[in-house]
Nanobody, 126 residues
Framework: VQLQASGGGVVQAGDSLRLSCAASGRAFGSYGMGWFRQAPGKEREFVAGLTWNGGRVYYADSVKGRFTISRDNAKKTGYLQTDNLKPEDTAEYYC????????????????????WGPGTLVTVSS
């Protein structure tokens, strides 16, 4: 599976962005996926994750209520809707997929994900 995140940009505080994660490979629809981010000078952190069918989701406390993760398996694409962005959301955003087939567990750590794509940069100005 190959992943490619897109949709980043430069926005002002309070704005929204919709990040997309395009995947290749027939098995993507059976994989859990997640979004992580890495701010300058900081470690990469979990943002949101969901199961293969979108039935279960999990969010980091810092984004809960502002970000929404979703997926369209027919299009082999995952999404992260980011609303009410704050300067502290500035980071490189990465999507990832876990090859545990049809797991009902939402993975939340880097080591639980097997496939990663290059990031997309989100910059939020105050």
């Amino acid at each position: 599976v190959q992943l490619q995140a897109s949709g980043g940009g430069v926005v002002q505080a309070g704005d929204s962005l919709r990040l997309s994660c395009a995947a290749s490979g027939r098995a993507f629809g059976s994989y859990g996926m997640g979004w992580f981010r890495q701010a300058p000078g900081k470690e990469r952190e979990f943002v949101a994750g969901l199961t293969w069918n979108g039935g279960r989701v999990y969010y980091a406390d810092s984004v809960k209520g502002r970000f929404t993760i979703s997926r369209d398996n027919a299009k082999k694409t995952g999404y992260l809707q980011t609303d009410n962005l704050k300067p502290e959301d500035t980071a490189e955003y990465y999507c990832a997929a876990s090859k545990a087939l049809r797991s009902e567990y939402v993975r939340r750590t880097e080591r639980e994900y097997d496939y990663w794509g290059p990031g997309t940069l989100v910059t939020v100005s105050s």
